[in-house]
């Protein structure tokens, strides 16, 4: 698939004012329906379970239909209650590689003391399970995945959909688990557990609605520990795509005979409503989700317009249609205090817009699940801050370029050495990073030093870098140089031609 090329102006983003909020003013009524509604499906792991398929040669969790209709690989050991999926760290077979050790699925005579074998964990359902003490928290069924002899990291999770960007949500499970060894024939009760040390038990939500369990986006709970009677597990964040996955975690410190995991009764909330939460970004940076397909139709007049509806906040909206936040308030006389009312009208942008253009990808969504930021640089002549005609590129030596994630880890550190006008940074997970630029003595930025680029599958963000130059730096712009060289061009030409005709003239006398 060719990459989509999306063009931002940089100079014409000003930072978004996100440190206060801008809120729709909903009923109590209306917050508590929403605030009490379970967006997961199959919350308490009822009904029949079925296998779970995925790519061959794939990661396991990436599951795929298993109708037929693409090569899969069946795991007939993973059986998982409809709407979930089952995740865990993969043992390693391969006894050669350099890390065998770290997740060896087999540990023999030549394995390091203190080896501890890793396995893929089963999954199966309750129903028929022994109760003493319940593995079933309600209903009729409950989620089990487990291990013999060995430890493993793994759980369960779901991905929803249709989620606002912006809401405030909590994801809440029941776990319990069983680990222990037999001890021998006087045990009061087999299914107690003893003697294991920790199973890390943890819940978490990938705001960005990822399904990588290892991602760095995950926001995890604190870990407690669960033995033999169901515990809620909770923990709270802010979705920052339509789509959140939630997650469970356990992860044994001893193979135990048996390393037993039970999962019921979940839920996932919106807490107040989502819209009416306030929600603070530090440092405050502009929305750069540029090229959204919108969802109104645009008037006669060119215009796009949105009408208020319960559960909007002004970042979701600017994100829906792919505009900076604060053109947004500028074009509708908002400010910091502005609060907006269900049914009014907002303008979102007055030019018209290209109905031709394709829709990106949405995060985290199908494709590579990586994208592109390239940051190129230009001279703003006339200060508008945009790149016209007439604006020539420009090479800076010193420029320092940082990008970092969502938490503030640093992803790209780079100073330009000046030897093009231009720096790509590929291969980054779709996601939303903040570009922040530097400049070297001599030279000013057009707007704001700091973005927010909301980066999508298979796309490439193109930033165009408005820069200035210091008359009092010695730097020459690039016109003047080009026009100077030109003179001196024309000069040393007609200096060349002159004496090339004196050359040629004939003396009489």
Not at 5 to 24: E, F, P, W, Y
Not at 324 to 351: C, F, K, T, W, Y
Not at 428 to 437: E, M, S, W
Request: aromatic share 8%; charged share 15%.
């Amino acid at each position: 698939m060719k990459p989509q090329r999306i063009s931002i102006a940089i100079a014409m983003v000003g930072l978004a004012l996100m440190s206060s909020t801008i809120v729709v003013a909903e009923t109590l009524s209306a917050r508590s329906d929403q605030s009490s509604k379970n967006l997961l499906a199959n919350p308490g792991f009822e009904g029949d379970y079925h296998i779970q398929c995925s790519f061959p040669g794939g990661r396991p969790w990436m599951t795929l239909p298993c109708d037929g209709s693409l090569p899969t690989v069946p795991w007939q050991t993973v059986q998982v209650a409809e709407g979930w999926q089952g995740w865990w760290q993969i043992p390693s077979s391969d006894r050669q590689a350099p890390d065998y050790y770290q997740y060896p699925n087999y540990c023999g005579r030549s394995a390091p003391d203190g080896c501890v074998a890793w396995h893929n964990p089963e999954y199966r359902d309750t129903r028929n399970a022994p109760q003493d003490p319940p593995r079933i928290r309600s209903g009729e069924n409950s989620q089990k995945y487990f291990t013999f002899w060995s430890v493993h990291e793994a759980g369960v999770y779901q991905t929803v959909t249709g989620v606002r960007p912006g809401s405030l949500l909590r994801f809440s499970i029941y776990m319990e688990v069983w680990s222990a060894s037999k001890a021998g024939e006087g045990e009061p009760n087999p299914h107690f557990s003893f003697g294991q040390s920790s199973m890390h038990l943890r819940v978490g939500i990938d705001p960005t609605g990822g399904n990588d369990p290892w991602s760095k986006d995950i926001v995890w709970s604190t870990e407690h520990e669960a033995y033999d009677q169901f515990t809620r597990f909770e923990v709270e964040a802010v979705a920052r795509s339509s789509k959140v996955t939630v997650f469970t975690h356990s992860r044994p410190e001893f193979p135990m005979e048996h390393n037993d995991v039970y999962v019921d009764d979940a839920e996932l909330t919106l807490i107040g409503g989502g819209a009416s939460v306030p929600i603070v970004v530090n440092p405050p940076p502009v929305v750069v989700a540029v090229g959204a397909q919108p969802t109104a139709e645009p008037g006669r007049s060119g215009k796009i317009t949105h009408i208020v509806r319960s559960g909007d906040t002004l970042f979701a909206i600017a994100l829906q249609y792919g505009v900076p936040v604060d053109q947004i308030m500028q074009l509708n006389g908002l400010s910091a205090e502005s609060q907006l009312e269900l049914g009014r009208e907002l303008v979102i942008s007055l030019p018209p817009i290209n109905t031709a253009a394709r829709p990106l990808t949405a995060i985290g969504g199908s494709g590579s699940g990586q994208g592109s930021i390239c940051v190129r640089t230009f001279n703003d002549v006339d200060r508008d801050g945009l790149r016209s005609d007439s604006d020539q590129a420009l090479t800076v030596a010193g420029l320092q370029i940082d990008v970092t994630d969502s938490n503030g880890s640093p992803i790209v550190d780079r100073t330009l050495d000046g030897s093009a006008d231009q720096a790509c940074f590929d291969h980054l997970p779709a996601t939303v990073y903040r570009v922040a630029a530097q400049t070297p003595s001599g030279y000013s930025i057009s707007g704001s030093r700091s973005w927010a680029v909301a980066l999508t599958s298979d796309a490439t963000v193109d930033i165009a870098l408005g820069l200035q130059i210091d008359p009092a730096s010695g730097v020459i712009p690039p016109e003047l140089l080009i026009g100077a060289s030109a003179l001196i061009i024309i000069a040393a030409l007609g200096i060349f031609m002159w004496r090339r005709k004196q050359s040629q003239t004939v003396k009489y006398f």
